[in-house]
Each structure stands twice: as C-alpha cells, then as structure tokens.
T-cell receptor, first 113, second 114 residues
Framework: NAGVTQTPKFQVLKTGQSMTLQCAQD?????MYWYRQDPGMGLRLIYY???????DKGEVPNGYNVSRLNKREFSLRLESAAPSQTSVYFC????????????FGPGTRLTVL | GESVGLHLPTLSVQEGDNSIINCAYS??????FIWYKQESGKGPQFIID?????DKRQGQRVTVLLNKTVKHLSLQIAATQPGDSAVYFC?????????????FGTGTKLQVIP
C-alpha cells in the first residue's frame, strides 16, 4: 500500500515550457487535491476533485489545469510555466471531503527559470 | 506559535522534555481543526484532530487543546524525541465540509536537541 505517489520529485523548467505532474493513490479515496506550498505561506489549494470525472477550482487555479483520469489518478498541468509557479506541489487524497483526513504525497519541487 | 511571516518560528526542546506548539486560528466559525507534521523533504502527515465540541483530545504522546474563547489551538508532545523534529502546522475548517474551506497555517519548526 503505497498511499499517495507523485512524479517527478524534482523538475526545472524554462519560462513558457509545459509539463504535467502526476499523482496516484491506492486507498480507494474519492477526493483528490493539488496544493502548492511557498515559503512563509500555508498550503494553498489549486484544484480539487470530489469524485471521478469532476474537478473544481480552488484558491489559486490560474495557470493550471487538471485531469481526474480515473479514481486513482489526478494530474496537474502547467501549459506555459512562469517563474511565479516555482513552488513545491503536493497532491493529497481523502475518503470523503476536505474535512476528512487528507493523506499527502511526497511533493514535487518545481523551479521555473 | 504560528507566523505569517517569511521565517518560521522555531521551538528548541531538549530530548525527553515536553513540547508545546501553539496556533492562533482565524475564523471563530471554524469547527474542525487538524495538526500536521512535515519532515524535511516530505509531505504533511496527519497527527491529530479535534472538533469544536471538545476542548481536549489525546493521542499517543500527543494532546491537542482547543480554546475557542481566544481562538487558540495547541499541540503538546510528551517526552520529545529526535524523530519529532519537523515543522508542525495547524489547519482549520469551516462547517459544511466544503472543499475550499480548509485553511492551513504556516507552521512552527521544532528542533529537538539530543
């Protein structure tokens, strides 16, 4: 039981490049989330998915898109990376909603030059 | 305690002593609170939670205290061990279970001195 896995662990992009961050969970959870974590700030919700086939914007969705490919997988895409998107990105999942215990992945450290 | 600045507050504790980490939450309507532990280079890990109808909850070596009057939450760690060294942050949630209604604090760094 791996919990929540994320790939890649590290990534460096140039401004304007695109990439997709992958996330998968094997706990049969219904809800999945993408957060970013910046120094001096708490985790901020980018997008979430309450169930397979549904996605919704969180607090800071601009510049990102997501896909809930199936119940296990939830990907985050940066279409045209900007330096302001330099951050550590965490995927999380929970059985029901965000007030249920959230299990986090190990994170992806992204640098945009 | 919690900080909204760029530098995390740091609590240094001798191994074996008790640690108390504080959190001031923002919304008096919040009814669910969670403490997370985040080790360097890892994702946050759930430690303990408490609902607003309680003022104390105990886990294994950890206790969370909730004071709704002053909107204050604390995490007590008994007999602190080197493995407890991490950043600890609280989260608050508003009623209704909404997905966007969880607010995370910035954290306190706990350093355990062997």
């Amino acid at each position: 039981n791996a919990g929540v896995t994320q790939t890649p662990k590290f990534q460096v992009l140039k401004t304007g490049q695109s990439m997709t961050l992958q996330c998968a969970q094997d706990m049969n959870h219904n809800s999945m989330y993408w957060y970013r974590q910046d120094p001096g700030m708490g985790l901020r919700l980018i997008y979430y998915s309450a169930s397979e086939g549904t996605t919704d914007k969180g607090e800071v969705p601009n510049g990102y898109n997501v896909s809930r490919l199936n119940k296990r997988e939830f990907s985050l895409r940066l279409e045209s990376a900007a330096p302001s998107q330099t951050s550590v990105y965490f995927c999380a999942s929970s059985m029901t909603d965000a007030t249920d215990t959230q299990y986090f992945g190990p994170g992806t450290r992204l640098t945009v030059l | 305690g919690e900080s909204v600045g760029l530098h995390l507050p740091t609590l240094s504790v001798q191994e074996g002593d008790n640690s108390i980490i504080n959190c001031a939450y923002s919304n008096s309507a919040s009814d669910y609170f969670i403490w997370y532990k985040q080790e360097s280079g890892k994702g946050p890990q759930f430690i303990i939670d408490i609902r607003s109808n309680m003022d104390k909850r105990q886990g294994q070596r950890v206790t969370v205290l909730l004071n709704k009057t002053v909107k204050h939450l604390s995490l007590q760690i008994a007999a602190t061990q080197p493995g407890d060294s991490a950043v600890y942050f609280c989260a608050e949630s508003l009623p209704g279970g909404g997905y966007q209604k969880v607010t995370f604090g910035t954290g306190t760094k706990l350093q355990v001195i062997p």
